[in-house]
């Protein structure tokens, strides 16, 4: 576990390259944010979330730290626009393209097919997407020149988690469920299933997964990345169930399951995309729950195309975060670190380095070209 959290270290030091292989903005959905920077550069760079907004706790707050570490690093001009609905992604994007942006940074799947039509409606504009390529309106997968995709293949990382949550239950049941069918929500819990299942079959146990049935591709979805409520229910019925570790793939709607997890004893949470302990800081019985997050270094991964679009030296070739770059691993076990078993600890250490040379395979349909 030591050769994770230091190569986690080092990405937080800025060692991640984009190799192919903070306060959220005051204004918000459609309006374009207010954040202009004060620097010196008359290099702009734009950003639109998705629909769970700045302050998720999640992907969207990740990337727009990354942004905002630019500004100050780099002292370029920012401004950014939160979704709140599907239907604000399109205006926001075309918001940015009038306000002059050189590079527009958009975040999450979902807005793929709109980022497409503004990219080849603007081709002198420079676009990057998290977790995602271009869409055509269709939904099928387009490159363009001047769109950078920064994807992660999160199965890895994920994997590490289901094995960690398979050595660390006491009830030999696990859970996971995810906010909205899409690929970067299946290649989470994929690599969660999986990571359990290569733990029973190296130790010869019988844990089973509640939530997600990798060969069907079906489980607990609960259809949105907003709605807490749904979080909760869903967490109840896994905890009820005998679960007593489980990983939401929903963006805000995990805090649900941290809601529910605060009301049982001996009941963990693995969160995703970001250091959950950390964006949870205002919350120490949160984070008391936490047992440790898969994440995506979508703050460097921004923080680096803004560098080198700023330099004038954009990339479109796809960007894929793994365990072998330090795109993508576990975080620290933080309140948990004496709770996890040394050997558990040895064997992830371990793990990580079959996986990274392929020893060990982890595949999911929903991981990137090239992963």
């Not at 998720?56 to 570490?69: A, I, R, V």
């Not at 940074?105 to 080849?120: D, K, R, W, Y």
């Not at 990057?128 to 490159?143: C, F, K, L, R």
């Amino acid at each position: 576990m030591k050769s994770i959290t230091r190569a986690l270290a080092l990405i937080g030091a800025g060692a991640l390259t984009l190799a192919a292989c903070g306060s959220a903005p005051e204004e918000t959905a459609g309006g374009g944010g207010s954040d202009a920077g004060g620097g010196s550069s008359d290099y702009k760079a734009c950003m639109v979330s998705d629909a769970g907004g700045w302050d998720d706790k999640s992907f969207n707050e990740s990337s727009y730290k990354g942004l905002m570490n630019a500004k100050e690093s780099l002292g370029i001009q920012t401004q950014a626009a939160e979704s709140t609905t599907v239907s604000d992604f399109a205006p926001n994007i075309n918001n940015m393209v009038t306000q002059g942006c050189d590079l527009i940074i958009t975040v999450g799947f979902l807005l793929a097919p709109a980022t497409g039509a503004a990219a080849q409606e603007n081709p002198d504009t420079d676009f990057a997407i998290v977790d995602s390529t271009a869409q055509d309106a269709d939904g099928n997968p387009i490159e363009l020149d001047n769109v950078k995709p920064l994807e992660f293949n999160t199965a890895e990382a994920a994997f590490l988690a289901g094995y960690l949550a398979a050595g660390m239950t006491e009830t030999g049941k696990v859970a996971t469920y995810g906010g909205v069918d899409i690929p970067t929500v299946t290649i989470f819990m994929d690599g969660y299933v999986d990571g359990v299942a290569h733990y029973n079959e190296t130790h010869d146990t019988e844990v089973e997964v509640l939530g997600w049935n990798k060969e069907e591709q079906a489980g607990s979805i609960v259809g949105t990345f907003e709605d807490q409520s749904k979080g909760k229910a869903v967490s109840d019925e896994f905890y009820n169930a005998g679960a007593d570790i489980i990983m939401p793939v929903a963006g805000p709607v995990g805090a649900g399951t941290l809601a529910s997890a605060k009301e049982g004893e001996d009941r963990k949470v693995i969160w995703v995309d970001a250091d959950g302990y950390e964006t949870n800081s205002a919350d120490p019985e949160a984070q008391s729950v936490i047992l440790t997050s898969v994440m995506k270094e979508m703050t460097v991964a921004v923080e680096d195309v803004i560098a080198g679009a700023a330099g004038g030296e954009f990339d479109a070739t796809p960007y894929v975060g793994t365990l072998e770059n330090g795109g993508v691993g576990l975080a620290p076990f933080h309140e948990f670190e004496d709770d996890v078993p040394a050997e558990l600890s040895e064997e992830l250490t371990t793990l990580e380095q079959e996986i990274i040379d392929g020893t060990v395979k982890v595949e999911s349909k929903a991981s990137p070209e090239g992963a």
